[in-house]
T-cell receptor, first 113, second 113 residues
Framework: EAGVTQSPTHLIKTRGQQVTLRCSPISGHTSVYWYQQALGLGLQFLLWYDEGEERNRGNFPPRFSGRQFPNYSSELNVNALELEDSALYLC????????????FGQGTRLTVV | GNSVTQMEGPVTLSEEAFLTINCTYTATGYPSLFWYVQYPGEGLQLLLKATKADDKGSNKGFEATYRKETTSFHLEKGSVQVSDSAVYFCALSVGQGAQKLVFGQGTRLTINP
């Protein structure tokens, strides 16, 4: 069974640009979570989607947004990139609404220059 | 608020040494406690968990006991291997859903042959 897949694995963007990261959850999982793992800051919760709805949001500015599609895949969009947005962005999925055990993808390494 | 503090790394040990990675927490309510592991180039994997006081989680030779009186969840392994080299994250969750996960800063472990 395929795990959580994320694309791309790496990308480099210029400050001020916009970026879209993609995540496909494990088959049958309806909840998708996004985390930011910035250097030295641990993992910070960004967004939670379930059944196409945004269920919860972490302490991030509005330029971080996303959506979930009918097939439960998800996109994370970051507008007006700043240098401090450089981080590993991890996606996770769980089996049902708010399921406690989440499975993580390998992440997308974003570098903003 | 909820927070997790784990010992700073990096930690370097020789193969077959005894491992302890300390983790303490602050939480409102009754948290579930987790250890996640991140191998090089990969996402996070759930290593073990405990959902109530005095529970012991165990997996792959690793153990951790939920100590409510000391608000701790220290990770131990009796004999480490080179393949255990990774970053280890302690985390807590109060309430359902991965969006409720609060992570520690991570401890990088390197095992030398």
């Amino acid at each position: 069974e395929a795990g959580v897949t994320q694309s791309p694995t790496h990308l480099i963007k210029t400050r001020g640009q916009q970026v879209t990261l993609r995540c496909s959850p494990i088959s049958g999982h309806t909840s998708v979570y996004w985390y930011q793992q910035a250097l030295g800051l641990g993992l910070q919760f960004l967004l939670w989607y379930d059944e196409g709805e945004e269920r919860n949001r972490g302490n991030f500015p509005p330029r971080f947004s996303g959506r979930q599609f009918p097939n439960y895949s998800s996109e994370l969009n970051v507008n007006a990139l700043e240098l401090e947005d450089s981080a590993l962005y991890l996606c996770a999925s769980s089996l049902y609404l708010g399921g406690t055990e989440a499975f993580f993808g390998q992440g997308t390494r974003l570098t903003v220059v | 608020g909820n927070s997790v503090t784990q010992m700073e790394g990096p930690v370097t040990l020789s193969e077959e040494a005894f491992l302890t990675i300390n983790c303490t927490y602050t939480a409102t309510g009754y948290p579930s406690l987790f250890w996640y592991v991140q191998y090089p180039g990969e996402g996070l994997q759930l290593l073990l968990k405990a959902t109530k006081a005095d529970d012991k989680g165990s997996n792959k030779g690793f153990e951790a006991t939920y100590r409510k009186e000391t608000t701790s969840f220290h990770l131990e392994k009796g004999s480490v291997q080179v393949s255990d080299s990774a970053v280890y994250f302690c985390a807590l969750s109060v309430g359902q859903g991965a969006q409720k996960l609060v992570f520690g800063q991570g401890t990088r472990l390197t095992i030398n042959p």
